[in-house]
């Protein structure tokens, strides 16, 4: 089968072997079926963000022997479309504004109950706010995040679907496919529109993942439980269903993950001291 896949880093700072890993399974998945690999840059963190690390990316991949196809999608210049997604789900009554600040979050929320990564549940503070007490903070100015009500996304993937459940498909490395049962109530009510940024990580993902036409996601497992969440957007959103193969991903001996602050085995530093490309492919298991 023909693969359309995609390499998506944050330009937060310079990319290191296990950004490599990703990059190559993508580029040589797309290569082996005659497909195409596509590159994004997700830089909606407009904080975070540096040119000197989206130069850096392109650098990094070139040395790297990838090839990519022009133009790259940089993130930051479609705010537009993320906010046209975001008013297909505030028209189907889904998403609602949040005014909570993470102290207020923190000090409302059940510390027994977190996110599959770890992140306190949004302990429902603005869910069903009268319009008047809306009215009066954007009277102040301030802004709002827009966050999911999950039930209601719940109820409408079960009018849509009735009793099917919300499933993907993961491709493991010998092409073996399983059917996984998404469960993206574990998100809770989950920010879709930040505060700062008018897009979040989980809605520019999905609406780029169907704008650039992937058909297979490859990324870390760390993003595993991440699918469930986007495969709910996805359906609420009308977008294609791509399939996943989530690898494994490089960390220290004691689990630590590598840093991309820390310069923990940059590819820049490692070229630097001498190393080839081959010398990481061989480093990262795909030799
Ligand atoms: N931009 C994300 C990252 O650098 C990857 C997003 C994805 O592959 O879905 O971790």
Not at 162 to 189: M, Y
Not at 226 to 235: H, I, K, P, V, Y
Request: charged fraction near 25%.
């Amino acid at each position: 089968m023909t693969s359309i896949t995609r390499f998506a880093p944050s330009p937060n700072g310079f990319l290191h072997v296990g950004h490599a890993l990703s990059a190559i399974i993508a580029h040589d998945l797309a290569r082996r079926s005659g497909g195409r690999f596509l590159l994004r840059i997700e830089d909606i963190d407009l904080e975070r963000r540096r040119p000197e690390f989206v130069s850096g990316i392109f650098e990094d991949l070139s040395w790297l022997g990838l090839t990519w196809e022009e133009p790259v999608l940089v993130q930051s210049q479609h705010f537009k479309s993320y906010l046209a997604a975001a008013d297909k789900l505030i028209a189907m009554g889904l998403l609602y504004p949040c005014f909570a600040s993470r102290s207020e979050i923190i000090a409302a929320a059940d510390p027994q109950k977190t996110d599959p990564h770890g992140v306190l549940l949004y302990p429902g503070l603005w869910k069903g706010a009268s319009a008047e007490r809306v009215g009066a903070r954007m009277a102040e100015g301030d802004t709002p995040a827009l966050r999911l009500n999950m039930d209601g996304a719940m109820q409408a993937l079960r009018r849509k679907r009735g009793d099917k459940p919300l499933t993907f498909t993961e491709v493991a490395e010998d092409g073996s496919r399983q059917t996984i049962i998404a469960e993206p109530e574990r998100w809770g009510d989950a920010i879709i529109v930040r505060k700062d940024v008018p897009a979040s990580y989980h809605l520019s993902v999905v609406v780029d993942d169907a704008r650039q036409g992937v058909t297979h996601v490859t990324r870390g497992k760390d993003l595993f439980a991440a699918t469930d969440l986007q495969r709910l957007l996805q359906e609420l959103l009308d977008l294609p269903e791509p399939v996943y193969s989530h690898h494994r991903v490089i960390c220290w001996a004691d689990g630590r993950k590598l840093s991309k602050s820390n310069h923990d085995m940059g590819l820049r530093a490692l070229r630097e001291e001498g190393a080839s490309a081959a010398d990481i492919r061989r480093v990262i298991g795909l030799a």
